[in-house]
C-alpha cells in the first residue's frame, strides 16, 4: 500500500465517483465526525458521485439516501440500493438477492448454530432493519471477540454454504452471488452513465475492512483509511493506497486532496 500522498493530481482531477465505505471509514468509535460528513457537501458541491457502500442494513439506508448529501447507498454488502429520485425513495435490487422470507428463515437457522459455536458472539443489534443478511456482531459492542474469532466466524458460515465477509465491527452473511462490487457498478451503470470497462479511473474507493476488498482489488484508484493496516493479513487484494491519518479523519484527508487536485 502505497502513502495516497504518492497518487499523481492528474489521476485525482480525472475522478468523477467516490464510493466509500461507513463504518471505522467516515466514522470513529462509532460516530459519524463533523469532518467527514462536511466532506460529503464538498464532494456534492464540487458535482461529484458520492456513493456509501455499506454492510449496514436496509433501515438506515432509508434515511441515508433521503438525508444524507449522497447519490444513493449501497446497503446490506450489495443487496440494493437506495437512492432518492426528485423527493422519491427508490430501491434497486441485485438481481442475485434471494426472496427474503424464506432466505431469513435459512440465516436466522445459520446464525442460531453459530450461536452455539461460539461463546460470547451475538446477532447485532441493527438486525430487525435487515432484509437480506445476517450480522454477527464481534466488536461493535461489548465483549469484543477479536479477528481471531471473526476469521473463526466467517469459515463456519461458508462451511454453511453461505457468503461471509469481516467487517471492523460484524461478520456479514449472506446467500446469494453477489457483493459490494457488482451492485456498485451495477447502480453506476445504469444511473450514472458509467461504464465499466473504460470508467474504473475514474472512481475512487475508501474503505477499512477486509468486506472491501473486492473494490479495493477492482479500482485503480482505491484506497484505505490507516486503520485497514490491521486487516492486512486477511487480504489478498489490499488498497492501492492507504491514508496517514485514520477511520473519518483519513476519509477527509482524501477528500480535501481530491478537491485540491480538481481546482488545479
Known amino acids: 500500500m502505497k502513502p495516497f500522498a504518492a497518487l499523481p493530481a492528474a489521476s485525482l482531477a480525472g475522478i468523477r465517483?467516490?464510493?466509500?465505505?461507513?463504518?471505522?471509514?467516515?466514522?470513529e468509535d462509532g460516530l459519524l465526525l463533523s469532518e467527514s460528513f462536511d466532506a460529503l457537501w464538498e464532494l456534492r458541491a464540487a458535482g461529484l458521485v458520492a456513493i456509501p457502500v455499506t454492510g449496514r442494513p436496509a433501515?438506515?439506508?432509508?434515511?441515508?439516501?433521503?438525508?444524507?448529501?449522497v447519490s444513493g447507498v449501497v446497503g446490506e454488502n450489495g443487496a440494493f440500493v437506495f437512492y432518492n429520485e426528485h423527493g422519491k425513495l427508490e430501491r434497486l435490487y441485485h438481481p442475485c438477492a434471494p426472496e427474503p422470507q424464506a432466505n431469513a428463515i435459512r440465516l436466522q437457522a445459520m446464525a442460531a448454530r453459530a450461536l452455539r459455536r461460539f461463546a460470547g458472539l451475538r446477532i447485532a443489534k441493527d438486525q430487525p432493519y435487515r432484509l437480506f443478511d445476517i450480522a454477527l456482531d464481534f466488536a461493535e459492542e461489548p465483549p469484543h471477540l477479536g479477528l481471531d474469532v471473526a476469521r473463526a466466524?466467517?469459515?463456519?458460515?461458508?462451511?454453511?454454504?453461505?457468503?461471509?465477509?469481516?467487517?471492523?465491527?460484524?461478520?456479514?452473511?449472506?446467500?446469494?452471488?453477489?457483493d459490494k462490487l457488482s451492485m456498485a457498478e451495477y447502480y453506476l451503470s445504469s444511473r450514472h452513465g458509467y461504464d465499466p470497462k473504460n470508467d474504473e479511473s475514474a472512481?475512487?474507493?475508501?474503505?477499512?475492512?477486509?468486506?472491501d476488498e473486492p473494490m479495493f482489488g477492482r479500482f485503480s484508484h482505491s484506497c484505505g483509511v490507516a486503520n485497514v493496516r490491521q486487516y492486512a493479513d486477511l487480504m489478498l487484494q489490499p488498497p492501492k493506497y492507504v491514508t496517514e491519518k485514520a477511520c473519518g479523519h483519513g476519509f477527509a484527508e482524501a477528500c480535501q486532496r481530491l478537491l485540491q487536485a480538481r481546482k488545479k
Do not use: M
Request: net charge negative.
Open 17 to 27: 465517483f467516490v464510493l466509500f465505505d461507513i463504518d471505522d471509514t467516515i466514522t
Open 59 to 69: 433501515g438506515w439506508c432509508d434515511l441515508i439516501a433521503r438525508q444524507w448529501p
Open 153 to 178: 466466524v466467517k469459515a463456519f458460515c461458508e462451511a454453511e454454504g453461505a457468503v461471509a465477509k469481516v467487517s471492523s465491527i460484524h461478520v456479514n452473511s449472506w446467500y446469494g452471488n453477489y
Open 203 to 211: 472512481v475512487l474507493y475508501l474503505g477499512d475492512s477486509p468486506n
